[in-house]
């Protein structure tokens, strides 16, 4: 599966930004899917994952309430909403298909990794 994020941009501090992920090659319908977020100088991040249904979200303590994970299994895509944004949001956002979400609501292994879409949040 290609996987290609999309919606970055350079917002100010508090503003919204929603990330979407087109996947091509196959469905998505039953892949768990995911965003990491990779910010300068350091390691790629979990920021959210989403059951193959949509039926589960899970979401890592600095995004909980503020970012939503949604899917169109139709649609074969996976969106990433962004909200009261801080500047420490900024990086790189990659979506990614991973095997399963642990017991503990984290990814466990990626499978596939898309390109990443830029988000800058200036104070």
């Known amino acids: 599966v290609q996987l290609q994020a999309s919606g970055g941009g350079l917002v100010q501090a508090g503003e919204s930004l929603t990330l979407s992920c087109s996947a091509s090659g196959r469905s998505i319908r039953n892949l768990v899917m995911g965003w990491f977020c990779q910010a300068p100088g350091k390691d790629r991040e979990f920021v959210a994952g989403?059951?193959?249904?949509?039926?589960?979200?899970y979401y890592a303590d600095f995004a909980e309430g503020r970012f939503t994970i949604s899917r169109d299994n139709d649609k074969n895509t996976v969106a990433l909403q962004l909200s009261s944004l801080k500047p420490e949001d900024t990086g790189v956002y990659y979506c990614?298909?991973?095997?399963?979400?642990?017991?503990?609501?984290?990814?466990?292994?990626?499978?596939?990794w898309g390109k990443g879409t830029q988000v800058t949040v200036s104070s």
């Open positions: 990614a298909a991973i095997s399963r979400i642990r017991e503990n609501g984290r990814p466990d292994e990626v499978w596939h």
């Open positions: 989403i059951s193959w249904s949509g039926g589960s979200t």
